[in-house]
């Protein structure tokens, strides 16, 4: 099992900057890939942004530019810097690991972010 816990979420006007941070424990040992999803009221789930374990890195293109996922392998966390922030990228978002033991994904509980006009 995999627990994930987020932190950094918030309300900023647009144009500002949020980091998101998400430590795993448990078996955090066999997390080959961690990712942000967010979750806009009557949407879809989606993803935002994803590391391997060995560093390899995609975006969402609607991010790209201005949001950087990084990950702390020795502390099993993960961070989003969210840089000039659009209402747009009003949602809550979502930490997300997978096990390459369990071959499971697993989720945190979602942080709110909201970026004013």
């Known amino acids: 099992q995999v627990q994930l816990v987020e932190s950094g979420g918030g309300l900023v006007q647009a144009g500002g900057s949020l980091r998101l941070s998400c430590a795993a424990s448990?078996?955090?040992?066999?997390?080959?890939?961690m990712a942000w999803y967010r979750q806009a009221p009557g949407n879809q789930r989606k993803l935002v942004a994803a590391?391997?374990?060995?560093?390899?890195?995609n975006y969402a293109d609607s991010v790209k530019g201005r949001f950087t996922i990084s990950r702390d392998n020795a502390k099993n966390t993960v961070y989003l810097q969210m840089n000039s922030l659009k209402p747009e990228d009003t949602a809550v978002y979502y930490c997300?690991?997978?096990?390459?033991?369990?071959?499971?994904?697993?989720w945190g509980q979602g942080t709110q972010v909201t970026v004013s006009s």
């Open positions: 997300n690991a997978y096990s390459g033991l369990t071959t499971r994904d697993y």
């Open positions: 448990g078996a955090a040992f066999s997390i080959e890939k």
């Open positions: 590391i391997t374990y060995g560093g390899s890195i």
